[in-house]
């Protein structure tokens, strides 16, 4: 993961640095006159691996509850879950997107967890406002590919995120995306279509 | 579970052949990318659009079928008797079976199966489909006695045409005073109608992945059998989750939209391996999701268990790793550890969910939905063959069943598993799994318990 995190960072790197450069190469060259726009700085991808220690029932059992209710309860402010940390295994993340102290603290009664094994997390958008954007991504996918956008994975991440895995993006393809869609995209420049089982 | 007795084995093998029988078309055509199609979305006990060629039942006689077998029995208890696609030279005929023959009844029939009548033979069955039920359950009762009396009982159950079938071993017959004996205290006893056979004993069972039984485990090798005899074609895959629709208690086990084609037959067997080929009959594919924006699912009709194996593909004849069973179901989350079961790769444990819920592009399909991928450092942790394979985490002594295998992100490594089977395999270690909750919802399914 964190690979391909650098990937994106290089590639954001490269279209913001190319942005409006002029080619400096001599004599009559193909003039782009709409550059690319700006592209955001890189989202990173919320942690997830090997962490010490064990997954507890407590956790899960608090994990299934906050997914289930939440989305209900708090849809302008939740969401996803995850469990996890660089510190523990056994630990539930959950992330809300600018929340009151009120919403925090509903959360937290709602999991019925001890302090230690809760953490909340800032997220980008509620599930519901990422939802919009990946039904967007959906319908536009023909559209997506006849621009030559080879999206071949895209779903909301649990940060609200919308994570798209393209192949080998062009920067203006790359611009494009962003453009249409909004800054909340996690663009992983290196995704081929799967293989089937 | 069924699997102790090869006796009940034997008998369930049989209602599956006769359910396989009933709702069987002949499947055409590589499913993996050469059709996109979603059937039955909402109601698993009508599939709608099959795969058609000049030698299967068409979609009207398959639907009809399926209509009648499902209603029939309710609407004319006193004369329906069964049904069966298919007679010499014509696949596309509608065959009713009536245990009773009159013009009124067969008229309500044909209105009700909405099949054009000069696509309907109607058939004299010996006894009614509730008739036949009632002696299945009666004899099915009666069978541990009559084991015990020194009756070789190998097989029992209702047949195509709704006849009575009773398969003993032969040998034992001398030892209760010879086959003339048997069949007359038989047919004394259930009626004349049974049909009934004497064969050889039937060979031990080796209860492992490549010769299970019902109730099916998940992780057991499936494969159809495509081709010719002198050109077999085997299509790998692996038996997932045990379903039953809520509406009905009708049994299904999940594996693999892009695996078959709808109504084909599944057999549990290993692909390519001798004695694979042609197996043993698991059951049809009664429900087919594979289209831009579902799931990666389908349905056979047989009876699965929640028991999966564990341990590697292969174990030496006759032994096994043991199994694990599901619980309960849920949605998979990211961090969440999980174990993978495909038939040739075995279980691996030691996955971890990355992406819960993503729409995925394989085999042409450019939106699998409710995809979750996991990650992995083993490059063998599933290969071909495995799609289907059940997906679970135990947490603490609950085994949560979370969905099947589905394509691999990285599939470019050999696979040292079964490696000259099904033309050279690839594996990988970043796995898409389809998610186990949008297909309950997609067919109103639940957990088969």
Redesign the interface.
Same mark, same amino acid.
């Given at each position: 993961?964190r690979s391909r995190l650098l990937l994106v960072a290089a590639l954001a790197i490269v279209l913001t640095a190319c942005s409006g450069c002029a080619d400096p190469s001599p004599g009559p060259v193909a003039t782009n006159t709409s550059a690319p726009a700006a592209v955001p700085e890189p989202i990173p991808t919320?942690w997830?691996?090997?962490a010490p220690g064990e /997954?507890?029932?407590e956790v899960?059992n608090a994990? /299934?509850r906050v997914?289930d209710d939440a989305p209900g309860r708090f849809p302008e402010t939740y969401a996803?879950?995850?469990? %996890?940390t660089p510190a523990s295994?056994d630990v539930l993340?959950v992330y809300l997107a600018a929340p009151t102290t009120q919403v925090e603290e509903e959360v937290r009664a709602m999991a019925a967890l001890p302090d230690g094994k809760i953490q909340i997390e800032e997220a980008y958008q509620s599930l519901e406002a990422a939802a919009v954007i990946d039904r967007q991504i959906?319908a536009a996918?023909p559209s997506l590919?006849a621009r030559g956008i080879q999206?071949?994975?895209? %779903?909301?991440?649990?940060d609200g995120v919308e994570?798209l895995g393209v192949t080998h993006p062009t920067a203006e393809q790359v611009a494009y995306l962003f453009d249409r869609f909004g800054s909340y995209l996690r663009i992983d420049p290196d995704?081929?279509?799967?293989? /089937? /089982? | 579970m069924a699997r102790s007795s090869s006796h009940s084995r034997c008998r369930r093998l049989l209602i599956a052949g006769w359910i396989a029988t009933v709702t069987a078309a002949t499947g055409a055509g590589n499913s993996a990318g050469a059709d996109e199609f979603r059937e039955n979305a909402s109601d698993p006990s009508a599939p709608a659009i099959a795969e058609m060629s000049s030698t299967s039942p068409s979609s009207e006689v398959v639907q009809g079928l399926l209509r009648l077998r499902d209603e029939g029995p309710h609407l004319w208890p006193d004369g329906y008797g069964d049904i069966a696609s298919g007679i010499q030279g014509d696949e596309d005929v509608l065959v009713v079976y009536l245990a009773e023959s009159n013009q009124d009844l067969e008229g309500q029939v044909l209105d009700f199966a909405g099949v054009p009548v000069e696509k309907v033979a109607f058939r004299r069955a010996s006894m009614t489909r509730v008739e036949a039920e009632a002696l299945d359950a009666r004899f099915s009762a009666d069978a541990q006695n009559l084991i015990a009396q020194g009756y070789g009982l190998i097989s029992w159950g209702i047949g195509e045409g709704v006849t009575y079938h009773v398969t003993l071993d032969a040998s034992s017959a001398d030892d209760v005073g010879g086959r003339a004996a048997v069949a007359s205290y038989l047919t004394e006893r259930y009626g004349p109608d049974l049909v009934i056979d004497f064969s050889p004993a039937p060979p031990v069972l080796l209860n492992d992945r490549a010769h299970d039984n019902p109730q099916w485990y998940g992780g057991d090798f499936l494969n159809a059998n495509r081709g010719t005899a002198a050109r077999r074609i085997s299509i790998p895959c692996t038996s997932g989750i045990p379903l039953t629709w809520a509406a009905t208690g009708n049994k299904y086990i999940l594996t693999a939209g892009h695996c078959y084609s709808l109504t084909e037959k599944i057999y549990n067997g290993i692909g390519n391996v001798t004695g694979g080929w042609d197996s043993n009959l698991v059951g049809s594919i009664t429900n087919r999701s594979w289209n831009i924006g579902y799931p990666d699912a389908e349905l056979i009709g047989a009876d699965g268990s929640r028991a999966m194996w564990r341990g590697p593909s292969a174990m030496p004849p006759g032994q096994t790793a043991g199994t694990v069973t599901i619980d309960t179901l849920t949605n998979p989350w990211r961090g969440m550890p999980l174990c993978v079961d495909g038939a040739y790769e075995g279980q691996f444990c030691g996955m971890t969910v990355g992406d819960p819920d993503h729409s995925v592009s394989a085999g042409g399909n450019t939106g699998i939905a409710h995809q979750a991928t996991l990650t992995s450092s083993n490059v063998q942790a599933v290969g071909q063959g495995d799609s289907g394979g059940p997906v679970y985490a135990t947490i603490q002594g609950v085994t949560y069943g979370v969905g099947i295998i589905s394509s691999v992100a990285d599939g470019y490594y050999s696979c040292t598993n079964w490696a000259r089977q099904v033309g050279g395999r690839m594996c990988g270690s970043t796995v898409n799994i389809q998610n186990i909750g949008p297909v309950l919802s997609m067919w109103n399914l639940v957990l088969d318990r």
């Open positions: 993961m919320p997830v691996g090997d /997954l507890s029932g899960v994990l /299934l997914r996803g879950v995850a469990t %996890g295994e993340v959906a996918m590919l999206v071949q994975t895209y %779903g909301v991440g649990v994570d995704v081929g279509p799967a293989t /089937l /089982l | -």
